[in-house]
Structure formats: structure tokens, C-alpha cells
């Protein structure tokens, strides 16, 4: 094989891994700048984990609104 072929196929060879890389990163970077809504109606005996929650929605891009109502308050909200 003479140089110019192997630099041919080093060529084509990266053209397909660019080919089959650039839409998985492509949807990943619009995936992650989309932020998602997700809104949360919650007794006020959890507020304990709201800390946790929050770290979660924000290291997946999710923006979380939480609502905190007494047990007997959460049966009457619609």
C-alpha cells in the first residue's frame, strides 16, 4: 500500500466517524438546552427532600417548581 492510499483511508475513515458522531452530539447539545418544566404539588412533610430534588432537576437540565400544601389541602387542589 503507498502513503497516498493509507492517507486516503485515514481520510475516509474519519469522514464516517464524523458522519455517525455529529447527529448523536447534535441532539445531545439540543437536548440539554431545552430545559424541561416539571411542577410538583407536595405535603409539607417532605420539604426534607427538596434539597435533593432540586440538585436533580438542575444536573438534568429540568426546571422543578415545587408547591407544598398540608395532607388534607392536597385532596381538595386540582
Known amino acids: 500500500m503507498t502513503k497516498k492510499t493509507k492517507k486516503m483511508l485515514m481520510i475516509g475513515a474519519i469522514i464516517i466517524i464524523l458522519a ?15 430545559k424541561r418544566k416539571f411542577n410538583m ?4 412533610s417532605n420539604m426534607f427532600f427538596e434539597d435533593e430534588l432540586k440538585l436533580f432537576a438542575k444536573e ?15 385532596v381538595d387542589t386540582r
Open 20 to 34: 455517525n458522531l455529529i447527529p448523536t452530539i447534535a441532539t445531545k447539545l439540543s437536548m440539554t438546552s431545552q
Open 41 to 44: 404539588i407536595s405535603s409539607t
Open 60 to 74: 438534568n437540565n429540568i426546571d422543578l417548581s415545587i408547591d407544598y400544601y398540608g395532607d388534607l389541602e392536597i
